[in-house]
């Protein structure tokens, strides 16, 4: 058998150098494959036409690419170290229980099975109203909320941010504080080293919309630093992220009937304020987001309503229907794996508690399917994974 080694191929032609029959690599180190941004993939003046399974690596998305069916498809990867599929944990909330409302529980679940959730540890204090939660592959953080003065009450309104290690199980610990300070119904989104908090509202009184948007590194600790502004003031807005832009929306105005069905963006590595994305089919406070690397879902929403909404994180565009949720319902913490989307728990009418977890296939239309159940039945509370779209 031959062995061919070639430093240097110049005047081949345009299609470069073709070998008859297979090529077998020996090397133990590896194979560096083309890469580059999305422009740069599309041939505009050379005249080659892009063949079927040619590979490459976009440096935008940061994902391997494949030419399948005239145009170019995301490869499929996953993690080894994801806990089986992808670990979902969800933290705090309302409960049915008035003296318990603004739990510290936190639960868990595999995302790529089915079953009921599984204690995790605590907070580092009882609180709720903050749906969102941020995460890398490693640690997760929980954001803003109201904290519930036991027994009776009052809440109040903190800037308190939790930080978990995902793989493990144990109590939270003091990550750092929000710096646009105490914010209620919060959101939070992330990639693998950049955490956004936005929206929301501080108080009691007056109750004031946020537009502000804040960052911080998920490796380390500390406080929160400006990112720049959403286009509107939003009170708990929904958000999903690719690794490379997160894109947030709906949300209340001036009141849970005075709600907005836009979405914007923001890209994550950068500073700066929302721009226009496109919108949902309709206008709807205290709903709940989440997807993969492509695709983001919005589910439930004020006045209760089952519908799921779709939309493509790369482009802009309005979101279109998707399917129904098991109920109709709303403050359903969400997480994601790159196929499968979950909610957990929420509000349906007569503002009854639920513990249904329920789940879909993030790349299929469809309805909602059983997955298992919370301990407690809960609304309000913070969901994330080590497996979201933005990693």
């Known amino acids: 058998m ?20 297979g090529l077998k690599f020996r090397s133990k180190n590896y194979l560096t494959l083309p890469k580059g941004t999305t422009t740069e993939r599309t041939a505009t003046s050379s005249g080659i036409s892009t063949e079927i399974g040619s590979i490459r690596y976009n440096t935008d998305s940061n994902k391997m690419e494949c030419y399948v069916n005239n145009k170019w498809m995301i490869v499929a990867t996953s993690s080894q170290n994801l806990d089986g599929g992808g670990r979902g944990v969800i933290a705090g909330g309302n409960t049915p229980s008035e003296s318990s409302e603004g739990q510290d529980a936190i639960e868990y679940i595999t995302i790529s099975s089915q079953g009921n959730a599984t204690s995790f540890g605590n907070l580092v204090r009882n609180h709720y ?30 800037d308190d941010m939790d930080l978990i290690t995902i793989a493990s199980t144990g109590n939270a610990s003091d990550f750092g504080n929000l710096v646009q300070g105490n914010r209620a119904d919060v959101r939070s989104a992330s990639n693998e080293t950049r955490g956004l908090v936005y929206g929301g509202a501080s108080g009691p009184s007056p109750v004031v919309k946020s537009n502000t948007i804040s960052f911080t590194t998920i490796a380390t600790t500390g406080s929160s630093v400006d990112f720049g502004d959403m286009t509107v003031p939003r009170q708990n807005p929904t958000g999903s992220t690719s690794p490379t832009r997160l894109v947030m929306g709906s ?41 993969n690397s ?54 349906v009418p007569g503002n009854n508690l639920i513990n249904t977890i329920q ?3 993030i790349q299929t239309a469809g309805d909602a399917i059983d997955f298992g159940d919370l301990i407690t039945p809960m609304r309000s509370g913070g969901g994330l994974s080590n497996s979201h779209g933005g990693l």
């Open 2 to 21: 031959a062995n061919l080694k070639v430093d240097t191929v110049s005047g081949i032609g345009t299609e470069g150098t073709v070998f008859d029959g």
């Open 129 to 158: 109203s903050f749906l969102g939660g941020m995460a890398s592959k490693v640690r997760g953080i929980f954001a803003g909320g109201l904290f519930y003065n036991m027994p009776g009450g009052p809440s109040t309104y903190i």
């Open 251 to 291: 949300g209340e105005g001036n009141s849970p009937t005075d709600s907005f069905k836009s979405l914007e963006f923001v890209t994550i590595a950068t500073t700066g304020n929302g721009q226009d994305f496109g919108d949902c089919a309709f206008a709807k406070s205290y709903r709940s987001a989440c997807g």
């Open 294 to 347: 492509t695709r983001g879902l919005i589910a439930g929403g004020y006045g209760f309503t089952n519908q799921i909404e779709s939309y493509e994180l790369a482009t802009l565009g309005n979101a279109v229907n998707f399917g129904d949720l098991l109920n109709s319902q709303n403050n359903m913490p969400a997480m994601s794996t790159p196929t499968r989307a979950v909610w957990a728990g929420g509000n």
């Open 359 to 361: 789940y879909v296939t």
